[in-house]
C-alpha cells in the first residue's frame, strides 16, 4: 500500500525558511494527490497546502499564501513543501497525506479526502 515518509523538520528563526519533503513508494498508481495538514500542540489539525496529481492546481491556507510553495517531483516520487518567512505560529508537527484519484486537475486541502498518511515531522519556529 501507498507509504509517505516525511522529511525536513527541524528548528529555525523567525524569517528563516525550511523545504519539507514528502516521499511516496507502495504506490499501485501513479495519479494521487498530495496534501500537507499540521497540528499545533493543542490545536486540532489543518490544512496547509495540496497539490492536483498532474501537478498543474495547488491550494494554499490562507495562513501561508505567499509563503509557502508546494511542488511535485513525480520521477521522484516526491513532494516539497518550501515554507519562506516562517512565523512562531507555523510551529506544529506537519504530516503529508495521499489520495488516489481520476481527476488529475483537482485538488483540496480537506483532511477527510485523504486516505493515506505519514507519520509527521516537527516544525519550530523560535529565536
Known amino acids: 500500500q501507498l507509504q509517505l515518509v516525511e522529511s525536513g523538520g527541524g528548528l529555525v528563526e523567525p524569517g528563516g525558511s525550511l523545504r519539507l519533503s514528502c516521499a511516496a513508494s507502495?504506490?499501485?498508481?501513479?495519479?494521487?494527490?498530495i496534501g500537507w495538514f499540521r497540528q499545533a500542540p493543542g490545536k486540532e489539525r489543518e490544512g496547509v497546502s495540496s497539490i492536483s496529481s498532474s501537478g498543474g492546481s495547488t491550494k494554499y491556507a490562507d495562513s501561508v499564501k505567499g509563503r509557502f510553495t508546494i511542488s511535485r517531483h513525480n520521477a521522484k516520487n516526491t513532494v516539497y513543501l518550501q515554507m519562506n518567512s516562517l512565523k512562531p505560529e507555523d510551529t506544529a508537527v506537519y504530516y503529508c497525506?495521499?489520495?488516489?484519484?481520476?481527476?488529475?486537475?483537482?485538488?483540496?486541502?480537506?483532511?477527510?479526502?485523504?486516505?493515506?498518511w505519514g507519520q509527521g515531522t516537527q516544525v519550530t519556529v523560535s529565536s
Open positions: 497525506a495521499a489520495k488516489y484519484t481520476n481527476s488529475r486537475g483537482y485538488t483540496t486541502i480537506n483532511e477527510g479526502d485523504y486516505d493515506y
Open positions: 507502495g504506490f499501485t498508481s501513479d495519479s494521487y494527490r
